[in-house]
C-alpha cells in the first residue's frame, strides 16, 4: 500500500503561481496529477514515468504547468504558472506501479491505484 499526501493548496489570483507537492510513502513507476471541479468528472492534469522522466500533460495546462519528482525525497510535485479561475479545483496525487501513464490510457483515473486527500485550489480573476 502507497500513501499519498498532498499540499501546497490555496487561493490566488488569476496569473499568479503555485506549487503543489506530494509525498509518496514508497517507490511506483508512474505518479501523476489529477483535479476535479465541483459537478465535473476527475480529469488528469499531468503525468510522470519515473524510471525515465517521461511526462504527459491535459492540453489545458500545456505550457503553464510542470510536473516533476525529487526522487531522494520521493515527492512530486506540480508546479502552476499563470494560473487561470478555471485551474479552481481540489488537486489530487495518484500513483501506480503499472505502465498505465506511458499507455493511451493514461489520462484515466481508474487506472491508477492510490491516491491522495487531495488538496485545494482557488483561482479569482
Known amino acids: 500500500q502507497v500513501q499519498l499526501a498532498e499540499s501546497g493548496g490555496g487561493s490566488v489570483q488569476a496569473g499568479r503561481s503555485l506549487r503543489l507537492s506530494c509525498a509518496a510513502s514508497?517507490?511506483?513507476?508512474?505518479m501523476g496529477w489529477f483535479r476535479q471541479a465541483p459537478g465535473k468528472e476527475r480529469e488528469v492534469v499531468a503525468t510522470l514515468y519515473i524510471p525515465t522522466g517521461i511526462t504527459k500533460y491535459a492540453d489545458s495546462v500545456q505550457g503553464r504547468f510542470t510536473i516533476w519528482q525529487d526522487k531522494v525525497k520521493n515527492t512530486l510535485y506540480l508546479q502552476k504558472n499563470s494560473l487561470k479561475p478555471e485551474d479552481t479545483a481540489m488537486y489530487y496525487c495518484?500513483?501506480?506501479?503499472?505502465?498505465?501513464?506511458?499507455?493511451?490510457?493514461?489520462?484515466?483515473?481508474?487506472?491508477?491505484?492510490?491516491w491522495g486527500q487531495g488538496t485545494q485550489v482557488t483561482v479569482s480573476s
Open positions: 495518484a500513483a501506480d506501479n503499472d505502465l498505465h501513464c506511458l499507455s493511451n490510457s493514461w489520462s484515466a483515473p481508474g487506472r491508477y491505484s492510490y
Open positions: 514508497a517507490y511506483t513507476n508512474c
